[in-house]
């Protein structure tokens, strides 16, 4: 479509500028090369993943690069999950207490 | 209920925190409603401490993930909570209770968990102040700014792993954002309603700190555990606060 046109996607140099500035900003260096190299695969990933989440999305919102940029999904849950109550919950009766304050 | 409502503009919304790399969501967002209910209903402003709850909580390491209602039930144990300043957060837990050491600044009469009507949610938040709710996350990572407004397939209402303070809601004026967005679409007719969330990844993140998600459509599981503390106290003359607008 025209947005895609208009926004071809970054090319590998635009990429690794945008890693790069992504580095800067939020202060990230990486150990070796090849760390380097999985990092910037993870983030070319995310922004795709962004882009595909902005042309789903039906609201105003926007995707882009965050301080999360260089994490996969499973190290974001595992960062900053709530891993002990993913998904599940103890078995509780909705009925349990009561927003008008009169009934409590 | 009002059309808009913004706790933010009371003074009773502590700045925005950063939880790190401890998932302790949960203890950050029960601290936060202890921190609005308690400005709300006395007047004063306060920060309590999130070390507290991490610390003493009945669960262990809160820093692997807890459910608001332990925090509740731990300030409920210990009286009430430290101030943030007098009982800092480290980012870890530290598995010794240090409550006993300082003095109370807030405290609780119980906690509630809310329907899951959204109208009776922004009616609450509206009349009480804010509350926790726990949502799937997954849109989070990369969200930048704007309304998010998911369907069930892009972000699971059934699957909630994060908790966050919910401090207010509005409508965006027509035909914000999405016009600027994708130039090759039309811009939206009408507005589109939101809830205002605070999140605790640190204010570089989102909004500010805060982020915004479409009201009306259980967007991301917002309905499936409203839960608060309520704080009222023997006042001979009650304090009320009215939401913003």
């Given at each position: 479509?025209?947005?895609?046109?208009?926004?071809?996607?970054?090319?590998?140099?635009?990429?690794?500028?945008?890693?790069?500035?992504?580095?800067?900003?939020?202060?990230?260096?990486?150990?070796?090369?090849?760390?380097?190299?999985?990092?910037?695969?993870?983030?070319?990933?995310?922004?795709?993943?962004?882009?595909?989440?902005?042309?789903?999305?039906?609201?105003?919102?926007?995707?882009?690069?965050?301080?999360?940029?260089?994490?996969?999904?499973?190290?974001?849950?595992?960062?900053?999950?709530?891993?002990?109550?993913?998904?599940?919950?103890?078995?509780?009766?909705?009925?349990?207490g009561s927003d008008e304050r009169e009934e409590s | 209920v009002p059309a808009t409502?913004?706790?933010?503009?009371?003074?009773?919304?502590?700045?925005?925190?950063?939880?790190?790399?401890?998932?302790?969501?949960?203890?950050?967002?029960?601290?936060?409603?202890?921190?609005?209910?308690?400005?709300?209903?006395?007047?004063?402003?306060?920060?309590?401490?999130?070390?507290?709850?991490?610390?003493?909580?009945?669960?262990?390491?809160?820093?692997?993930?807890?459910?608001?209602?332990?925090?509740?039930?731990?300030?409920?144990?210990?009286?009430?909570?430290?101030?943030?300043?007098?009982?800092?957060?480290?980012?870890?837990?530290?598995?010794?209770?240090?409550?006993?050491?300082?003095?109370?600044?807030?405290?609780?009469?119980?906690?509630?968990?809310?329907?899951?009507?959204?109208?009776?949610?922004?009616?609450?938040?509206?009349?009480?102040?804010?509350?926790?709710?726990?949502?799937?996350?997954?849109?989070?990572?990369?969200?930048?700014?704007?309304?998010?407004?998911?369907?069930?397939?892009?972000?699971?209402?059934?699957?909630?792993?994060?908790?966050?303070?919910?401090?207010?809601?509005?409508?965006?004026?027509?035909?914000?954002?999405?016009?600027?967005?994708?130039?090759?679409?039309?811009p939206h007719r009408h507005s589109t309603p939101y809830w205002i969330l605070k999140?605790?990844?640190?204010?570089?993140?989102g909004e500010k700190g805060y982020f915004r998600l479409h009201r009306g459509s259980?967007?991301?599981?917002?309905?499936?555990?409203?839960?608060?503390?309520?704080?009222?106290?023997?006042?001979?003359?009650?304090?009320?606060?009215?939401?913003?607008?």
């Amino acid at each position: 479509d025209s947005l895609r046109v208009q926004n071809p996607g970054p090319r590998p140099l635009e990429l690794k500028e945008a890693f790069t500035l992504f580095q800067i900003q939020y202060n990230r260096s990486y150990s070796n090369p090849a760390e380097y190299a999985r990092r910037l695969d993870i983030f070319a990933q995310n922004l795709a993943r962004a882009q595909r989440l902005q042309e789903e999305d039906l609201g105003t919102a926007e995707f882009g690069v965050t301080a999360f940029s260089d994490l996969t999904e499973e190290e974001f849950d595992q960062l900053y999950g709530n891993q002990r109550a993913a998904g599940r919950a103890p078995n509780m009766d909705r009925k349990v207490g009561s927003d008008e304050r009169e009934e409590s | 209920v009002p059309a808009t409502c913004d706790w933010r503009k009371a003074n009773v919304i502590s700045p925005v925190k950063n939880q790190k790399s401890c998932s302790c969501c949960w203890a950050m967002a029960a601290a936060g409603n202890i921190e609005a209910q308690w400005g709300i209903k006395t007047g004063q402003p306060v920060e309590v401490s999130v070390q507290e709850l991490l610390d003493c909580g009945r669960c262990g390491d809160g820093c692997r993930g807890g459910f608001v209602w332990d925090a509740f039930i731990t300030v409920l144990n210990n009286s009430g909570l430290a101030s943030e300043e007098d009982y800092p957060f480290q980012g870890a837990v530290r598995h010794k209770c240090q409550a006993k050491k300082h003095q109370k600044v807030a405290w609780i009469q119980d906690f509630i968990m809310l329907s899951d009507n959204e109208q009776r949610i922004a009616r609450y938040l509206a009349t009480e102040g804010p509350i926790t709710v726990t949502i799937n996350k997954k849109l989070l990572q990369g969200y930048t700014h704007g309304v998010i407004r998911a369907t069930e397939t892009t972000c699971n209402p059934d699957y909630v792993d994060h908790v966050v303070l919910l401090v207010g809601f509005g409508k965006t004026k027509s035909p914000e954002g999405r016009q600027a967005k994708d130039a090759s679409s039309r811009p939206h007719r009408h507005s589109t309603p939101y809830w205002i969330l605070k999140n605790s990844w640190g204010p570089a993140w989102g909004e500010k700190g805060y982020f915004r998600l479409h009201r009306g459509s259980n967007a991301c599981g917002i309905t499936k555990y409203p839960i608060t503390a309520r704080v009222a106290l023997p006042a001979k003359k009650p304090h009320q606060v009215s939401c913003p607008p």
